[in-house]
């Protein structure tokens, strides 16, 4: 499990996180997404090494960066803020890339997700049993926030930010026109980070906690899998683009149904997967069928609509 855990981790660090960067907001968190690879670098040989003193600190440095990362969150929720009472930008819509209300809500979740990854990562990769967490627990917590907290989130958002657009020109050319499209994509915008948010809380109360958290999550999840296929897909300028949004939406339906499985069968005690068994299956699911998915395909998108 550890070998696979790794990878999945290593393809978040170095790709997903700086591509998801660049498409929350293009222009400011610039910066931000050129230098990543340098600490992801550092955070991803941690993962290969014993754990000790060299492990640790390579993962600090990469905690130093996320953390750096979550700074940016509190200032573009007051920036969705002031320009809500403003009334948006000039010609009384906000620009693209920040849309203020659930859509903001869930990209500066996404802002914040790598940050829990890195604290976790720290203490397993120095043995240290973090809030009393087995280390397998909290291996297991760094895959969980760089993609249920960070992907599932920016794509959340970025799919509640196609339909706040809309008619305008997005990202898609095919913005959240159907009936009850625009309250779904605002419910995955605040579900998924509420859902994130209450299985992270399960940890510390209790197994039932956890599943509430995780039909909560689900939901969202199905939400985005829903327009995605229903409202994006459709307006995919060319058949690789479309595959690639078809693909995330279709595997989120398997992959949080196992979800679903074994965080029932943790509180109720009935038969459920291993965490090795779902780390093969929910885990490269999502990272790769949802997460590198659902990244490619709106890093088309983008570009399409930039050109």
Known sequence: MTVLVNLIVTLGMLYVVPAGLRLIDPAGLRTA?????????????CLWLPRGIP?????????????ALATRAPARLLEARRRSRAGGSAGGAPPRTTVSGPAEVAVCTALV?????????????????????????????????????????????LVCRAGATA?????????????????????????????????????????????????????GMWAVALLTWRDIR??????????????????????????????????????????????????????LGFALCSVLAWRRLSRLSAG
């Open 113 to 157: 997700s790598p940050s829990i990854a890195a604290a976790a990562l720290v203490a397993e990769r120095a043995g240290y049993r973090l809030f009393g967490f087995d280390l397998d627990i909290l291996a297991l917590t760094v895959p969980h926030f760089h993609f249920a907290g960070f992907t599932a989130a920016l794509v959340a958002g």
């Open 33 to 45: 997404a050129r230098l990543w690879p340098v600490p992801a670098a550092l955070g991803a040989l």
């Open 234 to 287: 459709p307006g995919a300028r060319d058949r690789t683009t479309g595959a690639l949004l078809g693909s995330s939406a279709a595997v989120l339906v398997a992959t949080m149904l196992l979800a679903l499985w074994w965080a029932a069968g943790e509180a109720t005690g009935i038969a459920h997967p291993t965490l090795t068994w779902m780390a093969a299956t929910h885990g490269l699911g999502n990272a």
């Open 167 to 219: 008619p305008a020109t997005t990202a898609t050319t095919a913005p959240a026109t159907a009936p009850g499209a625009a309250g779904l994509s605002r419910w995955a915008a605040y579900s998924v980070p509420g859902g994130t948010l209450l299985v992270l809380l399960g940890y510390f109360v209790d197994d039932w906690a956890e599943l509430a958290g995780a039909v909560v999550l689900t939901t």
């Open 55 to 67: 492990a640790t600190v390579l993962a600090a440095l990469y905690a130093a960066a996320a953390l």
